[in-house]
């Protein structure tokens, strides 16, 4: 009696949970204002290239979306936003940087190390050394080595 009441009493509850998600027939964690919701934030990346004259290739995936290639002049920017996975902290997207001296890849958000960085937003610097990720709340910067290749 005790598990069935048990059941009846969880199914009500994710009933509860779902009825609460749909609004005009649609679901909000499935609709556009997703990205609103404090249930699934959103993570911005930012990437800067602040290589000395030069322009800077880079191309960023993950396992399932393929951001494509794009070129950055010195001191210009790329942004992508998606929303990390949900229930356990395994989210990985990695970037190849390419300039007429370097070559590198580097993990750019890595849900373990990153999080949600600060204020959702993760910033990062390219120098030549290296990756250098942006702490506005300190006015510091965190610089990273390259990956090793392979």
Known sequence: MVLISKIVLINL??????????QDGESKLLSSKATDSAIWPEVTVTII????????GLHCKDKNHDLGSQMLNVGETYTFKFHPNLFRKVSLYFCKFVWPEGNH???????????????????????ASGPC???????????????QTP
Do not use: T
């Open 133 to 147: 990720k942006i702490k506005h709340s300190s006015q510091s910067r965190e610089c990273f080595p390259w990956n």
């Open 13 to 22: 509850v994710m009933l509860m949970i779902l009825s609460l998600q749909l």
């Open 49 to 56: 290239n602040h290589l000395d004259m030069r322009s800077l």
């Open 105 to 127: 890849y580097f993990d750019i958000y890595v849900e373990e190390r990153d999080g949600y960085c600060e204020a959702a937003v993760c910033a990062w610097e390219i120098l």
